[in-house]
């Protein structure tokens, strides 16, 4: 966790901490040793040692969030818990997207952080106010949003603000507690800030809502009557997004959102979240051959594996399982796929001489279904390799019913797909 006066933002916001800030060349303080580097040459200047450390703390968060924020990040102030919450501003820009397709114009954007989807709503000429309860926060917003006109900073709490005169609401509860050993996720709806029964109040009320939770929320925590969708950004699943009367599209009540280096691609369904349906048998199985397809993370959450099995002609190896074969190799935005070499048991001592016989150098293990930690699995597989080992190899390590599997698999292209899409993690 910073000290309290690496987040403090008062030194940087006067007129000797801002032009200091924006004089660090982008980029000054991306390492551990360019950020020594600034704040020994800093402090050489005869700069204060409270000044040097917030500048040097500011810097090297805007280099952390150039991957999620873009060029924006070079001129944004923040704080290290509102970068973790922030929402990407391809995603941001989404949900934008959402409240002018309604055609909505004010919106209320309630626990803003640092105003990264307000300031999404405001380049696309919403007229935005921004509700922030914490002060530090609230400033870092300020300065963020201050290229807008049509954007405006109000630090006050988002449960006890007027909304009358707002078209629509946007939230982003608080889903993370600070400590004195740094910050950590909740995961109780009702712990957020504001609770996700305020949100349900809203819309109760008549409001249009939207808010964006984490991706992990539960299917029986979703509210009834609103629009779930899961999103994932280069495989990373960034966020659970409700959307709440117009803002909710007809016939949609879950939706898997994949943004990846070919655009974006959808999986939908107009039905709540089915657990027991591979189960019933309302879902193909059949035996691990062919191709084996690894889902996107938002399509597992959003419950849509078997739609997604779906348009490949596919079936579970197992209906506890999220991964599926195909006797056929068929290009899909919603998983990505694996040619079947062979399955084996798991079984360490003849997965280890397997690896030996066969000079594996590099193996890359995935898991479902196993309590294995792969990293650790990795070293003792390849223990009795020897120098000489070169070759790359992949394991699935998983269940088909009462067994455990080890499945060995080969990365497969498909059209439009590069050799780095295809590498396993």
Same mark, same amino acid.
């Given at each position: 966790?910073?000290?309290?006066?690496?987040?403090?933002?008062?030194?940087?916001?006067?007129?000797?901490?801002?032009?200091?800030?924006?004089?660090?060349?982008?980029?000054?303080?991306?390492?551990?040793?360019?950020?020594?580097?600034?704040? &020994?040459?800093?402090?050489?200047?005869?700069?204060?040692?409270?000044?040097?450390?917030?500048?040097?703390?500011?810097?090297?968060?805007?280099?952390?969030?150039?991957?999620?924020?873009?060029?924006?990040?070079?001129?944004?102030?923040?704080?290290?818990?509102?970068?973790?919450?922030?929402?990407?501003?391809?995603?941001?820009?989404?949900?934008?997207?959402?409240?002018?397709?309604?055609?909505?114009?004010?919106?209320?954007?309630?626990?803003?952080?640092?105003?990264?989807?307000?300031?999404?709503?405001?380049?696309?000429?919403?007229?935005?106010?921004?509700?922030?309860?914490?002060?530090?926060?609230?400033?870092?917003?300020?300065?963020?949003?201050?290229?807008?006109?049509?954007?405006?900073?109000?630090?006050?709490?988002?449960?006890?603000?007027?909304?009358?005169?707002?078209?629509?609401?946007?939230?982003?509860?608080?889903?993370?507690?600070?400590?004195?050993?740094?910050?950590?996720?909740?995961?109780?709806?009702?712990?957020?800030?504001?609770?996700?029964?305020?949100?349900?109040?809203?819309?109760?009320?008549?409001?249009?809502?939207?808010?964006?939770?984490?991706?992990?929320?539960?299917?029986?925590?979703?509210?009834?009557?609103?629009?779930?969708?899961?999103?994932?950004?280069?495989?990373?699943?960034?966020?659970?997004?409700?959307?709440?009367?117009?803002?909710?599209?007809?016939?949609?009540?879950?939706?898997? &959102?994949?943004?990846?280096?070919?655009?974006?691609?959808?999986?939908?369904?107009?039905?709540?979240?089915?657990?027991?349906?591979?189960?019933?048998?309302?879902?193909?199985?059949?035996?691990?051959?062919?191709?084996?397809?690894?889902?996107?993370?938002?399509?597992?959450?959003?419950?849509?594996?078997?739609?997604?099995?779906?348009?490949?002609?596919?079936?579970?190896?197992?209906?506890?399982?999220?991964?599926?074969?195909?006797?056929?190799?068929?290009?899909?935005?919603?998983?990505?796929?694996?040619?079947?070499?062979?399955?084996?048991?798991?079984?360490?001592?003849?997965?280890?001489?397997?690896?030996?016989?066969?000079?594996?150098?590099?193996?890359?293990?995935?898991?479902?279904?196993?309590?294995?930690?792969?990293?650790?699995?990795?070293?003792?597989?390849?223990?009795?390799?020897?120098?000489?080992?070169?070759?790359?190899?992949?394991?699935?390590?998983?269940?088909?019913?009462?067994?455990?599997?080890?499945?060995?698999?080969?990365?497969?292209?498909?059209?439009?797909?590069?050799?780095?899409?295809?590498?396993?993690?």
């Amino acid at each position: 966790m910073p000290s309290p006066a690496a987040e403090n933002l008062a030194p940087v916001l006067s007129p000797e901490g801002f032009a200091l800030l924006n004089s660090v060349p982008e980029g000054g303080a991306a390492t551990d040793a360019a950020a020594l580097e600034l704040n &020994l040459r800093l402090r050489r200047e005869g700069h204060s040692p409270e000044l040097v450390t917030a500048v040097v703390h500011q810097a090297r968060l805007r280099a952390r969030a150039a991957e999620k924020l873009g060029p924006f990040a070079a001129h944004m102030l923040l704080t290290r818990a509102g970068l973790e919450q922030a929402t990407r501003l391809n995603v941001a820009a989404l949900h934008a997207r959402r409240f002018v397709d309604a055609g909505f114009r004010g919106i209320a954007d309630l626990g803003c952080g640092l105003g990264s989807d307000a300031m999404a709503m405001a380049a696309l000429e919403l007229d935005v106010t921004a509700v922030e309860l914490d002060e530090t926060t609230a400033a870092a917003a300020t300065v963020n949003l201050m290229p807008w006109r049509n954007a405006r900073v109000v630090n006050a709490d988002a449960t006890s603000f007027d909304l009358s005169g707002f078209d629509a609401v946007w939230l982003d509860p608080a889903r993370r507690t600070t400590s004195s050993s740094g910050t950590s996720r909740l995961f109780d709806p009702e712990a957020f800030s504001p609770p996700l029964s305020f949100v349900e109040s809203l819309a109760d009320a008549g409001k249009a809502v939207g808010v964006k939770l984490g991706p992990g929320i539960p299917h029986e925590a979703l509210p009834a009557g609103c629009e779930a969708q899961w999103v994932s950004v280069g495989g990373d699943v960034t966020e659970a997004a409700l959307w709440f009367g117009p803002l909710a599209r007809p016939g949609v009540r879950r939706a898997a &959102l994949v943004i990846g280096a070919h655009g974006s691609a959808e999986l939908t369904s107009p039905d709540d979240y089915d657990a027991g349906a591979s189960i019933r048998g309302d879902v193909p199985v059949g035996d691990a051959s062919g191709f084996l397809y690894e889902p996107d993370g938002a399509v597992i959450r959003a419950g849509l594996v078997a739609e997604a099995l779906d348009l490949v002609g596919g079936h579970l190896i197992d209906p506890h399982i999220a991964y599926f074969c195909a006797p056929e190799l068929v290009a899909t935005p919603f998983a990505r796929a694996y040619r079947v070499l062979n399955v084996r048991p798991y079984n360490v001592k003849a997965l280890r001489a397997w690896a030996k016989a066969e000079k594996i150098g590099v193996l890359d293990i995935k898991k479902r279904g196993l309590d294995v930690t792969p990293e650790e699995l990795r070293k003792v597989l390849l223990a009795g390799s020897g120098k000489s080992a070169r070759k790359k190899a992949t394991l699935v390590l998983t269940r088909i019913g009462d067994a455990r599997v080890a499945i060995e698999v080969a990365p497969s292209l498909v059209a439009g797909d590069t050799p780095e899409d295809t590498g396993s993690s």
